[in-house]
């Protein structure tokens, strides 16, 4: 599977963002478990949400659980992920990836917050 994240940008503190992930590949998307972490600068990549393949099971990072919410559109081959009331030190490069037995991830996207 091929991943391509889009919707990164420079928000003010507050903000929301949409993130995107497209997948495409001979398999259908609907049999991976999908997510996002994000990787800070200076910093090592950190989970921030995880949502099951059937997209009824979510989980989240402490730091971002009650502001950003996971979903799945399997008929389009598409994650997403809603960040609202964001935060400076949500800035960061921001991936999204799917897995199997084995993990693929997409090149990123940036999302910088600004106080």
């Known amino acids: 599977v091929q991943l391509v994240e889009s919707g990164g940008a420079s928000v003010q503190a507050g903000g929301s963002l949409r993130l995107s992930c497209q997948a495409s590949g001979r398999t259908p998307f609907d049999i991976y478990n999908a997510g996002w972490f994000r990787q800070a600068p200076g910093k090592e990549r950190e989970f921030v949400a995880l949502i099951r393949r059937d997209g009824i099971v979510t989980d989240y990072s402490d730091s971002v659980k009650g502001r950003f919410t996971i979903s799945r559109e399997n008929d389009k081959s598409a994650l997403n992920l809603q960040m609202n009331s964001l935060k400076p030190e949500d800035t960061a490069v921001y991936y999204c990836?799917?897995?199997?037995?084995?993990?693929?991830w997409g090149q990123g996207t940036l999302v910088t917050v600004s106080s």
């Open positions: 990836h799917a897995m199997t037995s084995r993990i693929y």
